[in-house]
Structure formats: structure tokens, C-alpha cells
């Protein structure tokens, strides 16, 4: 057994079940040892930020750590931003990158790199192997990285010899995974206190508190003690839709989230930190709560929010409620697209446990309040801001949802970064549903060209105008094997959603905007 076999047996060994990849010659023995030894599902992307894009997706929605395979050093880079997305996400994956013989190394050859270096600022576990005989244990530490509360982005390097020379040991046995930290009893008394003596507090949802379980001990909290609840700006995975908690989120303008926390004293994290700007803007406080307000940290990020909630439940003496009922499921819109009217138009039309996908940007900030009614379903944010996340995204959520319709909501320009996730979704038949919000321009950064205090010129608007040429995303969805068609009214949206849900595979809505 060479090494590259100890690798895939450990992997196996350990639960990771998928691999998505996107191999060179350096990695020719792993994908020898993926063809003889069964087990694996082997998804190919075109471009290292679709892996590792679908690799996120895909850990949100099943909870299991996905490998991937990446091509050296630049093969790593390529995947940065959408791992610094992963990371902000909390997403748990094993990158397995192929590098450099040992002993060729040192040549300094045209692919030698600091992969090390490019791998630590978006990692939480890095190693290179030394040996072959070091492969199996140093990846089963790696997917015990990965597993480990909330998810954590493993980094295993793989030298070419460690690969092929063979490893005398075979594959290393699983490695216990530590259980999600308890809530520190001192802190579940301090916000019990705060919750019975004071007024306007706010308890803000983020991570795995965002789950239905936790919500309704969020919930049933807030209605014995009279505090509100949101949820933090930018999430990896949100529980909605009917059954669940109407929950808003603290919104991305600097003015409105000002507004929005201006009431509350005392804010209560759970899973979550205090909120901050997304940038900092020329007059505009970087921290969007009051400075008088006191901050009491519930749980961190890697915590058990059930635990935690149940237990601050418990001190308060809090009695079950039930969630409430967010009304009637709301109709179909119809005329010229708007952010409401198609919000609405999705909570009317999708699937039972649908999953979005939503890379909407500054079209769909509003989307959440028009689909609380929806049927129950699953929302994923980009969460680290590195646009280019949303097709690989809905395709490796697909992978990891079990058949579950995903629907991709998908600013224009930003699809362009990764749009060879379509190919993918195509030769895998995945039922992802790609609504393109084409506006031919990258809107998001005319707002903020006004926030920093600017007025845009002929130069400036032509760098943010997606025209001259016009994209035609209906070919180029066409071009990558995937059904496509345009529509410039709600109501013929509505008509190719339904379309597009009857069937098994992937399609694109081309939605001018």
C-alpha cells in the first residue's frame, strides 16, 4: 500500500465521503488510489474556488467534512477565496494539496511555492507530510480538525513521493472527535441577571444558534423576559420559513444597523459577536451598537447553543411558547422585478425544505422579511464577502442535501467569478435552480463608491458596468450543459421556477432586473 492509499482508506475510515477535486500531476497517485479503492464520491470542478466553494456548501448542509484536491501551491491560491468564505462559515473540510517531491524541492522548480504560507490564513490545521508512513495519521488529525465544533478548514500538503513511496503501516484508525464546548454556569447567570433586571435587551443569534432548536429556546427567553432577537448580518446556515422564528438580521448599511441596535442596553451573544461594519466609512462609527451598550458573550462560536439556551431557560424559570405563526403563505408577484416581488414569488413557489443558496449581494438585502411565510427551508449567506461563491456554493449544497431542491440566487458579476460551477451541476444532474439577478453592472459598488464620500465619473462607471458587451447568461449556461431561459417579469419567473422544480437537473433563470 502506497501512501496515497493510506490516504483514501483513512479518509473513508473517518466519514469523508465526497471529494471534490480538481487534480495535476502531482496529485496523479491520489486519484490512482481513488479509482481502485470504493467508497468515494469524486466530484470534478473546473477551477479550484468551485472546489472549494461546493466543499463549503457542501459541509453546511450535511455537517460532514468533504476533501479536496488541489494542484500544488497556485491550486491552493485559487481556492483562497472561497475558503476565506469556508472559514467565515465555520465550514469543516480536509484540503488535500499535492506538492513538490522532498527531494525536488529544493530545486525550485516552476510550481514551488509557500504553499504552507497561502494555507495558515485560511486554515485552521496545516501540516506537510514528511514520509509517506506519516500520511495516514497526519489526515486522520486533519479530518479530527475538521470535525471539531463549529468545523474547521484542514490543510494536509502532500509531497509526490509521500504519495507513491509506500507506507508501511497502512491506514491510521479514526480520531475521537471532541464534543462542542458547555456555556461557563457564570455566564449563563450573568444574562439571567441582565435578562430579569433589565430593558432592551437584545439576544443576537449567529452559527449553530441559528438552528430551529435553538431559536425556539431563543423564543420561548425573549417571551418570558421581553427581550428581541436577531440575527447576525452574515450566516452560513439559517433554519426559516414556517415553524421557524421571523428572525431579521442586523442589516449591512452602516445607518440602518445603527438604527437597528439603537434601542438595546445589552446585548447577548450566542454563537456570535458584537457587530462591526462590514468596511469603515469616511464620519461612520466602525461598531454599530451603542457605545454604552453591555456586551455579555453567551457562547462562542464553537459552543453548544442548545445547551447553553436550555440551561439559561432553566434560570429563568422561562415556560414553553410556541413560535408564532407568520401569516398566510404570500402569492405569486407579478410585473417588473423587485426585491420584494421576487422574494415573494420564491416563499410562493418553492419546495418543502428547499435550500437558497443567496449571493444576491445589494438586490436581495430585504428578501428575508417577504419569506418568513415560505415553507420551511435552509438559507446560506456568503459569509467572508469574497464574491464568486454563489454557484459553488448551491452545487456542493446540493451534493450534501440529499436530493433537496436548492435555489441559487445569484448577482451577476459575481457569478462571472465561478460560473464553471454550472458544468459541474450539469454532469452531476444536481436539482439546482440558478435565478441570475442581471442588472449588467456591479451595483453593490455604486453604493458604496456613495459611502466613502465619492460622486462617480465617466471612468469610474465604466469600470463597474458589465456591458458593451451585454453577458448572455442563457448561452452560457447553455454552454456548460445547463437549461436556460430569460425573463424580464415576475410572473414569467414564476413560470420557469415551476419549470425548473418538475425536473431533476439543473436550470438557469436569465432575470433582467
Known sequence: MNGAESLVHTLLGAGVEVCFANPGTSEMHFVAALDRIPGMRCVLGLQENVVTGMADGYFRMSGKPAATLLHCGPGLANGLANLH???????GMVNCVGDQATYHRPLDAQLTADTEGWAHGVSAWVRTSARAADVARDAAVAVQAARTSPGGIATLILPSDTCWDEAPD????????????????????????????????????????????????????????????????????????????????????????????????????????????????????????????????????????????AALAAELGAPEAAIPDPGPRPEIARGAPTPEGLARTLAALMPDHAVVADESVSFGRGFFKETHAAPPHDWLQITGGAIGC????????????????????????????????????????????????????????????????????????????????????????????????????????????????????????????
Not at 468564505?85 to 465550514?91: F, L
Open 85 to 91: 468564505n469556508a472559514r467565515r462559515a465555520r465550514s
Open 170 to 309: 497502512g491506514p491510521a484508525p479514526a480520531l475521537p472527535v471532541p464534543p462542542a464546548p458547555e456555556a461557563d454556569p457564570l455566564a449563563i447567570r450573568n444574562a439571567a441577571r441582565a435578562l430579569r433586571e433589565r430593558s432592551d435587551v437584545l439576544i443576537l443569534l449567529g452559527g449553530l444558534a441559528l438552528r430551529a432548536e435553538p431559536q425556539a429556546l431563543a423564543w420561548r427567553i425573549a417571551q418570558a423576559t421581553g427581550a428581541k432577537v436577531m440575527a447576525e448580518m452574515s450566516n452560513g446556515r439559517v433554519e426559516r420559513g414556517r415553524g421557524r422564528l421571523a428572525l431579521e438580521r442586523v442589516p449591512y448599511p452602516v445607518d440602518l444597523a445603527v438604527e437597528a441596535l439603537k434601542p438595546y442596553t445589552t446585548i447577548i451573544l450566542v454563537n456570535a459577536k458584537a457587530p462591526v461594519g462590514f468596511f469603515a466609512y469616511p464620519g461612520k462609527p466602525s461598531r454599530h451598537h451603542r457605545e454604552d451598550a453591555d456586551i455579555l458573550p453567551l457562547t462562542r462560536y464553537e459552543a453548544d447553543p442548545v445547551q447553553a439556551l
Open 390 to 513: 454563489g454557484i459553488p456554493l448551491a452545487t456542493g449544497a446540493a451534493v450534501g442535501a440529499g436530493g433537496r431542491r436548492v435555489v441559487n440566487l445569484q448577482a451577476d458579476g459575481s457569478g462571472m467569478y465561478t460560473l464553471q460551477g454550472l458544468w459541474t451541476q450539469a454532469r452531476e444532474k444536481l436539482p439546482v435552480t440558478t435565478v441570475v439577478l442581471s442588472n449588467r453592472q456591479y451595483a453593490i459598488l455604486l453604493g458604496e463608491y456613495r459611502g466613502v464620500g465619492a460622486n462617480p465619473g465617466r471612468t469610474a462607471m465604466d469600470m463597474l458596468d458589465l456591458g458593451n458587451p451585454d453577458l448572455d447568461w442563457v448561452k452560457l449556461a447553455n454552454g456548460m450543459g445547463v437549461e436556460a431561459a430569460k425573463t424580464a417579469t415576475l410572473e414569467g419567473c414564476a413560470d420557469l421556477m415551476r419549470q425548473s422544480f418538475a425536473q431533476d437537473g439543473p436550470f438557469l433563470i436569465e432575470l433582467e432586473i
